[in-house]
């Protein structure tokens, strides 16, 4: 065991505040990375505040943080794909049971007993999992990722939760050339669903709230933006999408988006908004449309999501903080000010 530094919050209302936390030696499967850069998502928001505590209580304290980038400083006698030098990343996920079947089809995020990185039981040391904003992981290298050499690393921090929550459902449904793609919410999410659904080939429309993000959407590759509070652009758009990916993490109308599928059009839920949201019976059966969810993505689609990254140069935009403002980040992830993944160069915990 030693001592890690990290930054956690200590109750749903604390503010995140620089701590020491305990990590494992690594045992002969581990790998241990010292992080370079964590990625801040949505969900770190809503599990430092408990807002899903109907669904996962949060333990304090909570060390956040899955998109992790960094450099592997010491590896386990029998670790084979990794070795101190190498670059390497960790997203969502830490542990699963491997015997299961969602397990043995590479689904480890749809394992009924996966360890999430942070806020799941610890096998190890006892207690729960603790995050990326510290300066060192030690993870079993099954759930380390291989990085693409020639990426910036604070750009693919992001994708290793941002990334392949939005990449995994649009290769899921099909996203290919020449099918509308909707993307509801341009945030972390939202802007890389952007960039891989026209990697794909796809026509994008973008749906935001935030009419002065309408430039950056089209920079990001969106052959269209609508101002979604706008009732008669949306309507434009009525039944003609196959696929729209609602990345939006807060509570809001879903079937003015269901309404803009095609027959058997798929709404994937990625969001995921504390409150329920209400779905209409119209919305669905007029069209057969469907409405579906989805969860990060396995461990080889991750690594199969960076590899198309470093071939196709695709990163997410990201602006760099010091960890000592994190807190600032948050307010400003609730007020939908994100341009378009805050990443925290951990180098700035030294000096906390
Ligand atoms: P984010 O960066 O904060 O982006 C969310 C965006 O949603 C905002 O930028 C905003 O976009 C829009 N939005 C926010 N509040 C809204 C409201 N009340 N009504 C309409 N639109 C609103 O968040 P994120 O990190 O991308 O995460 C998005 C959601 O996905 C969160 O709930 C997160 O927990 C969840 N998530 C799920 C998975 C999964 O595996 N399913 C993985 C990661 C994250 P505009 O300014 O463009 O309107
Ligand atoms: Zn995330």
């Known amino acids: 065991m030693y001592n890690a530094k990290a930054y956690s919050a200590a109750s749903a209302t604390a503010p995140l505040a620089s701590d020491t936390i305990e990590r494992r030696d690594p045992t002969e499967h581990d790998v241990q990375i010292e992080i370079l850069f964590c990625g ?16 996962m209580s949060t333990n304090y304290p909570i060390v956040p943080g899955h998109e992790i980038v960094g450099r592997v400083t010491q590896v386990g006698s029998a670790v084979t794909k990794y070795k101190p030098g190498d670059l390497a990343a960790v997203g969502c996920l830490v542990d699963s049971d491997g015997t299961c079947p969602n397990c043995k089809a590479g689904l480890e995020n749809f394992c009924p007993n996966q360890i999430l990185t942070f806020n799941s039981p610890d096998k190890h040391l006892g207690g729960v999992t603790y995050g990326g904003y510290s300066d060192s992981i030690v993870v079993d290298e099954r759930f380390v990722l291989r990085v693409p050499s020639n990426l910036d690393l604070a750009g ?3 994708l290793l939760c941002a990334g392949i929550t939005t990449y995994s459902p649009m290769r ?4 290919t050339e020449g099918k509308k793609v909707g ?9 890389m669903g952007v960039k891989f659904a026209r990697a794909f080939g796809a026509h994008v429309v973008v749906f935001t709230t935030s009419p002065d993000k309408t430039e950056d959407a089209l920079r990001l590759g969106a052959n269209e933006v609508v101002v979604s509070r706008n009732a008669d652009e949306m309507q434009k758009h009525a039944g003609s999408f196959d696929f729209i990916l609602d990345t939006v993490s807060a509570k809001h109308d879903i079937n003015a988006y269901l309404n803009l599928l095609r027959l058997d059009g798929n709404l994937t839920l990625v969001g995921a908004s504390p409150i329920p949201l209400d779905v209409s019976a119209f919305s669905l059966i007029m069209a057969r449309r469907n409405l579906s969810g989805s969860n990060i993505g396995g461990i080889p689609e991750t690594q199969e999501m960076l590899d198309f990254c470093g071939e196709h140069n695709i990163t997410a935009d990201v602006e760099v903080i010091p960890i000592q403002k994190v807190n600032q980040a948050y307010d400003r992830l609730l007020k939908s000010d994100v341009k378009y993944r805050f990443c925290i160069d951990m180098a700035s915990l030294k000096s906390a």
């Open 172 to 175: 899921h449904w099909g996203v």
């Open 40 to 55: 801040i998502c949505h969900s770190d928001l809503h599990s430092v505040r408990n807002e899903w505590s109907d669904f």
């Open 183 to 191: 993307i509801v919410g341009l945030g972390g999410l939202g802007h």
């Open 156 to 158: 693919v921090a992001p």
